[in-house]
């Protein structure tokens, strides 16, 4: 008889639906790939999420399903599940109280975000039961989902749920929430009392769920080493080591379907690993919708993502000034924070025709920047995992990136990427260097390409890793 292990995959956003940042990716990948690993335990996956008004979903396609009620002291509030599919996964969809009222899927007011997320969490929690199924697994994300698991451990005598065990993936450790006492109250949930837990973290949405998981996994091995110290630790890093065995990190992967250069509709010339003659079109693309000098033998530096301190976005604006004497150009496209969008601009003021800072989320110009640039840039401060460097490998962008996180787990130096360790200007510059020497010797940089464009970071073997992770869980 075949083996089956219930999953119960809960996030607040997941890619195709809606997206926000890279939590989306993972959401609508990992999923996917644990539902496709051979052999045996097989898992059967289902996904939750909250119906955003930003849900890019067919109403037609949605299926009504089981209604119920979750509990806020006196007062029960509705809640409505309907139901799709993403290559052949059942996909819920809550809808009710504080998600129906909120218009983005992430508030400006945190109060609002934790009432809309502490909803949810319970709601889907309750949905289990409603739906007459019982995942052995309860799988959450960040702290927006974090509370099912800590109602979850709370309600270990009921029958129906003393069977489940949980898993919490952290990707963004300084993210927890914030002050929910409010909340917890509201919907009967009491802080947890346990000295292992900082004082300050009992009433905050992520410890609670850090507390309450079977497991933890960080999105990647270096970063789960590295909150365990007090640089990164955000004051849990005497808990999280506490949790010994419990935790451990698995590196996030990438859908290599969707980002693939040899079948990228939004390149003007597909690519792979043996035909890197064709790469230089997108290049000659790029330059031209920029509108930056004609100069093909110029190297083409690049920046995606937020536009934020954590990114090292500041760095980037800094160091590029210490190298005017080096032939580059550079593109930066982002949005984020307002006095670094500004920083970026007067950068392209004063290099006009060299530098394009591009404001605007914009995924189309992104694939096209990454098929055509010839050096990415991501100096972050931290990075739990980072997908923007494995893509850009995957498409023949060579990576200089600080060393930590997911990003030294990513980029070997002198092999696939150039690697600094400190967060400074002159750290990057010094990397930067490196890189803009190697480039002239076309045989050399031609190898780094090819070394990054087969580099396999696909979800199959994290995928088994938290298969082991539900099996040990599981029995």
């Known amino acids: 008889m075949t083996k089956t292990i219930n999953i119960l ?19 609508g990948s990992l999923p996917l790939a644990l ?19 930003a849900i890019q979903a067919d109403p037609a396609n949605l299926i009504p399903g ?11 509030i509705p809640a409505q599940v309907l139901e799709d599919e993403l290559g052949g996964m059942t996909v819920y969809f809550i809808a009710g109280g504080p998600i129906s009222e909120a218009a983005t899927v992430y508030s400006s007011d945190p109060t609002f975000d934790r009432e809309k997320y502490t909803f949810f969490s319970l709601a889907a929690l309750e949905m289990t039961r ?12 960040d702290w927006h989902t974090a509370l099912a698991l800590y109602a979850l451990r709370t309600r270990r005598s009921d029958p129906f749920f003393t069977p489940l065990r949980s898993v919490l993936t952290l990707h963004n450790l300084p993210y927890m929430g914030g002050n929910g006492s409010e909340q917890l109250a509201a919907y009967g949930l009491n802080p947890v009392e ?4 900082p004082q300050w973290a009992h009433n905050q949405p992520l410890p609670l769920g850090l507390w309450a998981a079977d497991a933890l996994v960080a999105v990647s091995p270096t970063y789960a080493q590295e909150i365990l110290t007090p640089e990164f630790g955000c004051g849990l890093q005497n808990f999280l080591r ?20 040899a079948a990228d509709p939004g390149l003007a010339a597909n690519f792979d690993a ?6 230089p079109a997108n290049k000659a693309a790029l330059r031209e919708h920029l509108g930056l000098q004609d100069d093909p033998g110029v190297p083409l530096l690049a920046m995606v993502g937020r536009i934020d301190p954590q990114k090292g976005v500041d760095i980037v604006l800094d160091a590029t000034r210490q190298i005017v004497d080096l032939p580059w150009q550079m593109v930066i496209l982002g949005k984020g924070d307002a006095s670094l969008e500004d920083g970026a601009r007067r950068l392209e003021a004063d290099f006009p025709g060299r530098v394009r800072a591009v404001i605007d989320y914009n995924a189309p110009l992104g694939r096209l920047i990454y098929g055509g640039a010839d050096v990415f840039l991501m100096p972050s401060r931290y990075e739990p995992c980072g997908l923007a460097q494995m893509i850009a490998m995957r498409y023949g962008c060579v990576p200089v990136v600080r060393a930590t996180g997911g990003l030294k787990d990513t980029v070997e130096e002198g092999r696939t990427g150039f690697l600094f360790e400190e967060a400074t200007p002159e750290a990057l510059v010094e990397a930067l260097r490196r890189a803009l020497a190697t480039y002239p010797e076309q045989a050399k940089w031609q190898k780094l390409q090819r070394n990054g464009m087969k580099q396999d970071f696909s979800w199959t073997k994290s995928a088994q890793q938290y298969r082991t992770v539900y099996q040990s869980l599981t029995g």
Request: aromatic letters at 6%; charged letters at 25%.
């Open 9 to 27: 995959f809960l996030a607040s956003e997941v890619e195709p639906f809606v997206k926000v940042g890279g939590l989306a990716d993972v959401a």
């Open 35 to 53: 539902r496709a690993l051979p052999g045996e335990p097989r898992l059967d996956v289902r996904l939750a999420l909250p119906l955003h008004r």
């Open 66 to 76: 089981v209604e119920f009620s979750v509990s806020r002291g006196r007062i029960n």
């Open 130 to 141: 409603a739906l007459g199924w019982r995942p052995d697994i309860l799988h959450a994300n």
């Open 194 to 197: 346990d000295d292992a837990l």
């Open 242 to 261: 506490g949790r010994g065995d419990a935790f451990s990190g698995i590196l996030n992967g990438l859908d290599t379907v969707s980002w693939d250069p």
């Open 274 to 279: 043996c035909s890197l003659t064709s790469r």
